[in-house]
């Protein structure tokens, strides 16, 4: 007993010295930076300035290193990874009850298991109204009518990207849960095949990069070309940038993958004249900075504190 409330003391005096010392240093060395008052720790020294990012070709990681730009974050850092290593530190970290910051997107799984929110983004550098597109190599409407108009047709929403996604996190094979998916929405199948006339065996190359997101969209289109379609279809997965030329110089017959008009803004400014874009296959769909819930900031902006 005795011992214990001579800890509490101590641990208690540390407390007062420490809030005296965050108080002192604030008030000289501070020019104009105002302290939230708290003692606790700023979010960026809780974080180490990192923020987790993703394979270095992606759209987001462009956006994120304009946002440190803009927000004027300049002892961030951004940290290259890939999707799976980002949702491998996410989890990590949630687990800990830690704090962390990702680059982040929706439609994700991340979201259903997660407790999450976006931080807000007054300055719209991650856009507004973004749309995933579906885009083809010119001359492929004329050489495969069928799987052109079925691409062209293809648009689904990310509750139903979010089956498929989900079945995979939970541990089936790509492949699979995209099979399941096409069993049991057999209506949605019909309205894209719908009077098509089916091919026997022609060979078609779809282009995307391993994100969680394009793995289910592209795993369905492969399914469905394969199955209903008559294609034998390879899927390649690349980097963004390879993605995007491969399409461009025709040896790629289309991506599912094109996140437009900001993600992928570069990309779609370079090849504009060598690709055919057939539209949104998906809107409604968003990136930004995202944190667990539990980690007490709103905005971009509470990063330079
Ligand atoms: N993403 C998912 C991609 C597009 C799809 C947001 C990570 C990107 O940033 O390029």
Same mark, same amino acid.
């Given at each position: ?80 990874? $890939?999707?799976? /290593?980002? @949702?491998?530190? #996410? ?5 800990? &009850?830690?704090?962390?910051?990702? =680059? ?108 969680? $997101?394009?793995? /289910?969209? @592209?795993?369905? #289109? ?5 199955? &209903?379609?008559?294609?034998?279809? =390879? ?71």
């Amino acid at each position: 007993m005795k011992k214990q409330s001579k800890w509490l003391m101590l641990v208690g005096l540390a407390g007062v010295l420490t809030l005296s010392a965050c108080n002192s240093g604030s008030g000289s060395a501070d020019n104009g930076n105002t302290e939230n008052g708290s003692s606790a720790e700023s979010i960026g020294k809780q974080v180490n300035h990192e923020i987790i990012g993703i394979d270095p070709g992606a759209g987001i990681m462009k956006a994120t290193s304009k946002a440190i730009e803009e927000y004027g974050l300049s002892d961030w850092k951004l940290i290259e990874g $890939s999707g799976a /290593a980002m @949702t491998a530190t #996410l989890a990590k970290d949630i687990k800990a &009850k830690k704090p962390v910051i990702i =680059t982040g997107w929706t439609p994700h799984w991340m979201f259903s298991k997660y407790d999450l929110k976006y931080l807000e983004d007054p300055k719209k550098v991650y856009g507004e109204a973004e749309e995933i597109h579906t885009v083809a190599r010119q001359g492929l409407k004329e050489d495969e009518p069928t799987a052109y108009e079925f691409l062209d047709r293809f648009e689904w929403t990310s509750d139903e990207m979010g089956e498929i996604m989900t079945a995979i996190e939970e541990g089936a094979k790509p492949e699979d849960a995209a099979k399941k998916w096409a069993e049991d929405h057999p209506d949605r199948v019909n309205e894209w095949i719908k009077d098509l006339k089916p091919v026997s065996g022609n060979k078609l190359k779809l282009s995307y990069v391993a994100w969680d $997101s394009e793995i /289910a969209s @592209t795993n369905l #289109l492969q399914y469905i070309l394969q199955e &209903k379609l008559g294609y034998k279809v =390879t899927a390649l997965q690349v980097e963004a940038g390879p993605m995007w030329t491969g399409v461009a110089n025709g040896d790629v017959d289309a991506t599912a993958a094109a996140w437009l008009p900001l993600t992928h803004a570069d990309y779609m400014d370079k090849y504009k004249d060598k690709v055919d874009d057939l539209g949104a296959n998906m809107t409604g769909v968003k990136t930004g900075l995202v944190v667990p819930s539990y980690v007490d900031i709103n905005s971009i902006e509470d990063l330079k504190k």
